[in-house]
């Protein structure tokens, strides 16, 4: 009796995994396999490319696992994935590291944008923020929500746990690599920030716009005299937003074969129209 093709996603653990079938194109035997582990801020976007372009390419069995940029970059370094996708860039020492063992150099690959927003409840009486209030916040300067227009509350602010790229990111441009204070709260995924702020009106948090359901996302001033700016696809787009970002693929050496073709599935008109699907910014609008 001829056994069905079976696909599994296992959204908690970040994974997708997919199982082969006996005869046809497509086998165990016959299907080709592409790895992408890293960032948890890509994870739901990374998957939805995953899982599109395998419907479409029955041959190929692609793994997406999350656990942080840092987690993906490591994974790099010592061959364990074909992709690191990641939310920050990798540092010139992680790039010579590769380089070192892996014997050739990394390539760089922005394949989708993002705005970084600041999240607080929906009952936040709070309208922007500038930068420098909220590396007051997270450095342990400023305590109350009455010294940036709140109520006279403690602020509860949460963070991603440092092996994220979205930690790493907000440290270097927002806290300009100043320690976030130990009263920090960090949380081990961008939902479960969304979830806590959700919860708690004192609260704020940060991470992927695609993320921002159930909380709101608050405008950014880049300094005192400048406008309050959203996260949008124009305002990303133009850098105007002061916490705009790319999103990355980092391979080892050039992609060839199906890593390429899969690559340029991604960067091309159906990949980077489900950025915008999942609720990131496409790279590439043409």
């Known amino acids: ?82 992709i690191c996708d990641a939310s920050r860039p990798m540092k010139d020492t992680e790039k010579d590291q590769v380089k070192s063992l892996r014997g050739q150099a990394v390539n760089e690959i922005p394949v989708a944008l993002d705005g970084v927003a600041v999240y607080v409840n929906d009952s936040s009486p709070v309208q922007a923020i500038t930068k420098a209030q909220l590396k007051g916040i997270y450095t342990g300067r400023i305590t109350n929500w009455r010294d940036v227009g709140g109520k006279d509350e403690t602020i509860v602010p949460y963070s991603r746990e440092n092996n994220s790229g979205t930690y790493v990111f907000f440290k270097e441009h927002v806290l300009e ?84 073709t899969f690559i340029d599935w991604v960067l091309g008109p159906e990949g980077q129209k489900i950025c915008e699907m999942v609720g990131y910014y496409p790279i590439n609008t043409k």
Do not use: H
Not at 3 to 21: R, S
Not at 68 to 79: E, M, V
Not at 225 to 236: D, G, I, K, Q
């Open 1 to 82: 009796m001829r056994k069905t093709c079976t696909t599994w996603f296992l959204l908690a653990g970040f994974t997708v995994i997919t199982a082969g079938c006996g005869g046809g194109p497509g086998t165990d035997a016959e299907r080709k396999s592409i790895t992408i582990k890293g960032s948890d801020t890509m994870v739901i976007l990374a998957q939805r490319w995953a899982e599109t372009y395998m419907k479409e390419n029955p041959g190929i069995s692609i793994q997406v696992t999350g656990g942080g940029s840092g987690t993906g970059i490591a994974a790099l370094i010592k061959g364990g994935t074909d």
């Open 177 to 260: 690599n100043e320690d976030y204070a130990r009263e920090i709260q960090t949380l081990p995924g961008t939902a479960a920030v969304v979830n806590a702020v959700s919860k708690d009106p004192a609260s704020i948090g940060y991470g992927g716009i695609a993320y921002a359901s159930g909380i709101r996302a608050l405008p950014v001033r880049a300094d005192d005299t400048s406008e309050p700016v959203m996260p949008t696809l124009a305002t990303v787009q133009s850098g105007q937003y002061p916490l705009s970002r790319n999103l990355f693929f980092y391979t080892v050496g050039e992609p060839a074969g199906d890593l390429k």
